[in-house]
Protein backbone atom coordinates (compact mmCIF):
# COMPACT_ATOMS: atom_id res chain seq x y z
CA UNK A 1 0.00 0.00 0.00
CA UNK A 2 2.35 2.70 -1.51
CA UNK A 3 -0.43 5.82 -1.03
CA UNK A 4 -2.94 5.13 1.44
CA UNK A 5 -5.97 7.51 1.37
CA UNK A 6 -5.42 7.77 5.35
CA UNK A 7 -2.60 7.93 7.60
CA UNK A 8 -3.23 7.50 11.90
CA UNK A 9 0.25 9.10 13.58
CA UNK A 10 0.19 7.75 16.84
CA UNK A 11 3.27 8.35 19.39
CA UNK A 12 3.23 5.94 22.18
CA UNK A 13 5.37 6.17 25.51
CA UNK A 14 4.98 4.18 28.34
CA UNK A 15 1.39 3.28 27.25
CA UNK A 16 1.70 -0.86 27.61
CA UNK A 17 -1.06 -1.03 30.16
CA UNK A 18 -3.67 0.41 27.25
CA UNK A 19 -2.48 -0.58 23.82
CA UNK A 20 -4.36 -3.59 23.38
CA UNK A 21 -7.54 -1.77 23.82
CA UNK A 22 -6.17 0.57 21.96
CA UNK A 23 -5.53 -2.10 19.18
CA UNK A 24 -9.20 -3.44 19.53
CA UNK A 25 -10.69 -0.44 19.14
CA UNK A 26 -8.61 1.33 16.54
CA UNK A 27 -8.48 -1.36 13.94
CA UNK A 28 -12.32 -2.28 13.44
CA UNK A 29 -12.84 1.79 13.67
CA UNK A 30 -10.50 2.16 10.39
CA UNK A 31 -11.94 -0.85 8.62
CA UNK A 32 -15.57 0.28 9.08
CA UNK A 33 -14.15 3.78 6.83
CA UNK A 34 -13.96 1.54 3.72
CA UNK A 35 -10.98 3.55 2.62
CA UNK A 36 -7.54 2.59 2.30
CA UNK A 37 -5.25 3.33 5.63
CA UNK A 38 -1.80 2.61 6.86
CA UNK A 39 -1.38 2.85 10.77
CA UNK A 40 2.09 4.86 11.96
CA UNK A 41 2.69 3.91 15.74
CA UNK A 42 6.12 5.43 17.29
CA UNK A 43 7.36 4.34 20.33
CA UNK A 44 9.18 7.27 21.79
CA UNK A 45 12.05 5.79 23.75
CA UNK A 46 9.52 3.69 25.90
CA UNK A 47 10.57 2.37 28.74
CA UNK A 48 8.13 -0.04 29.38
CA UNK A 49 6.47 -2.90 26.98
CA UNK A 50 5.49 -0.92 24.72
CA UNK A 51 7.98 -1.68 22.09
CA UNK A 52 7.38 -5.24 22.42
CA UNK A 53 3.66 -4.84 22.21
CA UNK A 54 4.20 -2.39 18.80
CA UNK A 55 6.13 -5.03 17.56
CA UNK A 56 3.61 -8.27 18.14
CA UNK A 57 1.01 -5.68 16.58
CA UNK A 58 2.93 -5.32 13.35
CA UNK A 59 3.09 -8.94 13.03
CA UNK A 60 -0.38 -9.58 13.68
CA UNK A 61 -1.75 -6.63 10.99
CA UNK A 62 1.79 -6.08 8.75
CA UNK A 63 -0.82 -5.13 5.73
CA UNK A 64 -1.49 -1.98 7.46
CA UNK A 65 0.63 -1.28 10.60
CA UNK A 66 3.96 0.29 10.39
CA UNK A 67 6.11 1.06 13.63
CA UNK A 68 8.88 3.58 14.15
CA UNK A 69 11.47 2.62 16.90
CA UNK A 70 13.03 6.02 18.01
CA UNK A 71 16.47 5.97 19.90
CA UNK A 72 15.59 7.82 22.68
CA UNK A 73 12.82 10.15 24.18
CA UNK A 74 12.42 13.02 22.12
CA UNK A 75 9.19 14.48 23.25
CA UNK A 76 5.30 13.43 21.24
CA UNK A 77 5.64 16.61 18.90
CA UNK A 78 9.25 15.30 17.31
CA UNK A 79 8.07 12.05 17.80
CA UNK A 80 4.67 13.04 15.57
CA UNK A 81 7.11 14.89 13.45
CA UNK A 82 9.40 11.85 13.10
CA UNK A 83 5.39 10.20 12.05
CA UNK A 84 4.49 12.94 9.27
CA UNK A 85 7.98 12.13 7.58
CA UNK A 86 7.23 8.98 6.92
CA UNK A 87 3.48 9.13 6.35
CA UNK A 88 1.86 8.36 2.28
CA UNK A 89 -1.85 9.08 2.93
CA UNK A 90 -3.14 12.15 1.38
CA UNK A 91 -5.24 12.85 4.68
CA UNK A 92 -3.12 12.21 8.06
CA UNK A 93 -5.29 12.17 11.86
CA UNK A 94 -2.57 12.36 14.41
CA UNK A 95 -4.36 10.69 17.44
CA UNK A 96 -3.18 9.63 21.13
CA UNK A 97 -2.59 6.36 22.56
CA UNK A 98 -4.35 6.83 25.41
CA UNK A 99 -7.46 5.96 24.03
CA UNK A 100 -8.91 9.94 25.39
CA UNK A 101 -9.85 10.72 22.27
CA UNK A 102 -11.75 7.63 20.82
CA UNK A 103 -10.54 6.04 17.33
CA UNK A 104 -14.45 5.50 16.40
CA UNK A 105 -14.21 9.45 16.25
CA UNK A 106 -12.26 9.79 13.05
CA UNK A 107 -15.02 9.49 10.51
CA UNK A 108 -16.12 13.19 12.02
CA UNK A 109 -12.70 14.89 11.32
CA UNK A 110 -12.63 13.30 7.77
CA UNK A 111 -16.26 14.21 6.87
CA UNK A 112 -15.57 18.01 7.77
CA UNK A 113 -12.53 17.40 5.38
CA UNK A 114 -14.90 16.54 2.85
CA UNK A 115 -16.57 20.03 2.94
CA UNK A 116 -13.13 21.56 1.59
CA UNK A 117 -11.34 21.75 4.88
CA UNK A 118 -7.32 21.39 4.48
CA UNK A 119 -6.93 20.87 8.01
CA UNK A 120 -9.42 20.12 11.44
CA UNK A 121 -8.86 20.48 14.70
CA UNK A 122 -11.01 18.06 17.06
CA UNK A 123 -12.84 19.89 19.79
CA UNK A 124 -13.72 17.64 23.12
CA UNK A 125 -17.07 17.38 24.18
CA UNK A 126 -18.17 17.03 28.02
CA UNK A 127 -14.34 16.79 28.64
CA UNK A 128 -13.26 14.24 31.72
CA UNK A 129 -10.72 16.09 32.81
CA UNK A 130 -9.89 17.26 36.36
CA UNK A 131 -11.48 20.59 36.99
CA UNK A 132 -7.84 22.31 37.21
CA UNK A 133 -6.82 21.13 33.91
CA UNK A 134 -10.11 22.16 32.26
CA UNK A 135 -9.84 25.84 33.64
CA UNK A 136 -6.45 25.90 32.87
CA UNK A 137 -6.87 25.01 29.36
CA UNK A 138 -9.59 27.47 28.91
CA UNK A 139 -7.42 30.35 30.39
CA UNK A 140 -3.96 29.10 28.46
CA UNK A 141 -6.47 29.15 25.00
CA UNK A 142 -7.68 32.91 25.49
CA UNK A 143 -4.48 34.23 26.29
CA UNK A 144 -3.07 32.44 23.12
CA UNK A 145 -5.46 33.42 21.28
CA UNK A 146 -4.77 37.21 21.69
CA UNK A 147 -1.21 36.96 21.67
CA UNK A 148 -0.28 35.01 18.67
CA UNK A 149 -4.17 34.88 16.60
CA UNK A 150 -4.18 31.18 16.45
CA UNK A 151 -7.24 29.95 16.42
CA UNK A 152 -7.88 26.79 18.31
CA UNK A 153 -10.84 26.24 20.31
CA UNK A 154 -9.29 23.40 21.74
CA UNK A 155 -5.25 23.33 21.47
CA UNK A 156 -5.11 20.20 23.98
CA UNK A 157 -6.99 18.21 21.79
CA UNK A 158 -4.80 15.54 19.91
CA UNK A 159 -7.30 14.41 17.77
CA UNK A 160 -6.44 17.02 14.36
CA UNK A 161 -6.93 15.96 10.79
CA UNK A 162 -4.32 17.23 8.36
CA UNK A 163 -4.34 17.51 3.97
CA UNK A 164 -0.97 16.03 2.71
CA UNK A 165 -0.02 19.95 1.58
CA UNK A 166 0.01 20.91 5.13
CA UNK A 167 1.62 18.20 6.06
CA UNK A 168 4.42 18.65 3.22
CA UNK A 169 4.81 22.42 4.45
CA UNK A 170 5.48 20.97 8.63
CA UNK A 171 8.31 18.88 6.87
CA UNK A 172 10.02 21.33 5.39
CA UNK A 173 9.94 23.70 8.53
CA UNK A 174 13.06 23.04 10.74
CA UNK A 175 12.13 24.50 13.67
CA UNK A 176 13.67 22.61 16.74
CA UNK A 177 10.79 23.62 18.85
CA UNK A 178 7.14 23.97 17.99
CA UNK A 179 3.70 23.20 18.34
CA UNK A 180 2.44 21.11 15.42
CA UNK A 181 -1.28 22.40 15.49
CA UNK A 182 -0.48 25.85 15.78
CA UNK A 183 2.35 25.82 12.91
CA UNK A 184 -0.45 24.10 10.41
CA UNK A 185 -2.98 26.47 11.46
CA UNK A 186 -0.38 28.83 9.79
CA UNK A 187 -0.52 27.27 6.84
CA UNK A 188 -3.93 26.30 6.27
CA UNK A 189 -5.73 27.88 3.66
CA UNK A 190 -8.95 26.83 5.26
CA UNK A 191 -9.45 25.06 8.72
CA UNK A 192 -12.45 24.20 10.52
CA UNK A 193 -12.85 22.31 13.76
CA UNK A 194 -15.53 19.51 14.63
CA UNK A 195 -16.95 18.04 18.23
CA UNK A 196 -15.42 14.98 18.91
CA UNK A 197 -16.09 13.23 22.24
CA UNK A 198 -14.13 12.77 25.14
CA UNK A 199 -12.80 9.70 27.40
CA UNK A 200 -11.35 8.35 30.92
CA UNK A 201 -7.78 7.48 30.00
CA UNK A 202 -8.23 3.64 29.45
CA UNK A 203 -5.16 2.98 31.58
CA UNK A 204 -2.16 4.73 32.87
CA UNK A 205 -1.35 8.39 33.57
CA UNK A 206 -1.24 11.69 31.72
CA UNK A 207 2.42 12.25 30.48
CA UNK A 208 1.71 16.27 31.16
CA UNK A 209 2.55 17.70 34.69
CA UNK A 210 1.36 21.57 35.45
CA UNK A 211 5.20 22.22 34.89
CA UNK A 212 5.41 20.37 31.43
CA UNK A 213 1.66 22.26 30.70
CA UNK A 214 3.14 25.56 31.66
CA UNK A 215 6.24 25.37 29.43
CA UNK A 216 4.17 23.94 26.35
CA UNK A 217 2.10 26.95 26.44
CA UNK A 218 4.77 29.07 26.68
CA UNK A 219 6.73 27.82 23.80
CA UNK A 220 3.74 27.87 21.77
CA UNK A 221 3.40 31.82 22.97
CA UNK A 222 7.16 32.54 22.42
CA UNK A 223 7.49 30.37 19.22
CA UNK A 224 4.20 31.92 16.94
CA UNK A 225 4.79 35.93 18.13
CA UNK A 226 7.38 38.57 19.23
CA UNK A 227 4.07 40.18 21.47
CA UNK A 228 5.41 39.10 24.66
CA UNK A 229 8.86 41.32 24.05
CA UNK A 230 6.85 44.47 22.77
CA UNK A 231 4.52 44.19 25.35
CA UNK A 232 7.67 44.00 28.03
CA UNK A 233 9.07 46.73 25.81
CA UNK A 234 5.58 49.21 26.76
CA UNK A 235 5.90 48.16 30.27
CA UNK A 236 9.77 49.35 30.41
CA UNK A 237 8.37 52.68 28.68
CA UNK A 238 5.64 52.88 30.79
CA UNK A 239 7.42 52.28 34.79
CA UNK A 240 10.28 54.80 33.23
CA UNK A 241 7.80 57.31 33.15
CA UNK A 242 6.42 56.92 36.39
CA UNK A 243 9.90 56.78 37.46
CA UNK A 244 11.14 59.82 36.19
CA UNK A 245 7.82 61.38 37.68
CA UNK A 246 8.26 60.06 41.37
CA UNK A 247 11.85 61.15 41.02
CA UNK A 248 10.81 64.82 40.47
CA UNK A 249 8.40 64.53 43.17
CA UNK A 250 10.70 63.16 46.26
CA UNK A 251 13.27 65.80 44.22
CA UNK A 252 10.75 68.79 45.56
CA UNK A 253 9.64 67.62 48.66
CA UNK A 254 12.77 67.49 49.75
CA UNK A 255 13.44 71.05 48.53
CA UNK A 256 10.35 72.23 50.62
CA UNK A 257 9.97 69.55 53.36
CA UNK A 258 13.73 68.47 53.78
CA UNK A 259 14.96 65.09 54.38
CA UNK A 260 13.03 62.25 55.61
CA UNK A 261 12.88 58.37 56.91
CA UNK A 262 9.46 57.54 56.71
CA UNK A 263 8.50 56.00 53.23
CA UNK A 264 12.10 54.45 53.38
CA UNK A 265 9.67 51.50 53.22
CA UNK A 266 7.84 52.35 50.51
CA UNK A 267 10.68 53.24 47.99
CA UNK A 268 11.87 49.12 49.07
CA UNK A 269 8.46 48.15 47.88
CA UNK A 270 9.12 50.07 44.65
CA UNK A 271 12.44 48.89 43.92
CA UNK A 272 11.50 45.17 44.92
CA UNK A 273 8.42 45.51 42.20
CA UNK A 274 11.02 46.93 39.61
CA UNK A 275 13.45 44.36 40.48
CA UNK A 276 10.60 41.80 40.02
CA UNK A 277 9.97 43.63 36.60
CA UNK A 278 13.31 43.42 35.00
CA UNK A 279 14.04 40.03 36.08
CA UNK A 280 10.84 38.59 34.23
CA UNK A 281 12.03 40.62 31.18
CA UNK A 282 15.56 39.00 31.56
CA UNK A 283 13.91 35.92 31.73
CA UNK A 284 11.74 36.25 29.17
CA UNK A 285 14.66 37.67 26.60
CA UNK A 286 16.40 34.49 27.69
CA UNK A 287 13.83 32.82 26.19
CA UNK A 288 13.72 33.87 22.81
CA UNK A 289 17.57 33.58 22.95
CA UNK A 290 17.71 30.04 23.99
CA UNK A 291 15.50 29.11 21.16
CA UNK A 292 17.71 30.90 18.57
CA UNK A 293 20.80 29.43 20.24
CA UNK A 294 19.11 25.08 20.00
CA UNK A 295 18.17 26.73 16.51
CA UNK A 296 21.48 27.17 15.35
CA UNK A 297 23.00 24.29 16.63
CA UNK A 298 21.21 22.54 13.95
CA UNK A 299 21.17 19.11 16.06
CA UNK A 300 18.80 16.38 14.87
CA UNK A 301 15.28 16.91 16.22
CA UNK A 302 14.76 12.71 17.07
CA UNK A 303 17.08 9.83 15.62
CA UNK A 304 15.02 6.91 14.49
CA UNK A 305 16.25 3.14 15.46
CA UNK A 306 14.02 1.30 12.85
CA UNK A 307 11.64 0.97 10.89
CA UNK A 308 9.07 -1.81 11.17
CA UNK A 309 7.17 -1.81 8.14
CA UNK A 310 6.54 -4.62 5.15
CA UNK A 311 7.78 -2.88 2.30
CA UNK A 312 11.23 -2.76 4.35
CA UNK A 313 10.95 -6.39 5.11
CA UNK A 314 10.06 -6.89 1.73
Known sequence: MSHPQLSVVIPVYNEEQGLQVLFDRLYPALDALNTSYEIIFINDGSRDRSA???REQFNIRPDVTRVILLAGNFGQHMAILSGFANCRGERIVTLDADLQNPPEEIHKLLAKMDEGHDYVGGVR???????????????????????????????GCMLRAYSREIIHAINHSQEVNTFIPALAYTYARHPGEVGVAHEERAAGESKYSLYQLIRLNFDLVTGFSLVPLQMFSLIGVGLSILS???????????????PEVDGVFTLFGIMFFLMGVMLFGIGLL??????????????????????????EAA
Request: glycine letters at 4%; hydrophobic letters at 45%.
Open 52 to 54: AML
Open 125 to 155: QQRQDVSWRRHASWAMNRLRERITHVVMSDQ
Open 244 to 258: AFFVVYLAIRRIFIG
Open 286 to 311: GEYVGRIYQQVRQRPRYLIQTILSKD
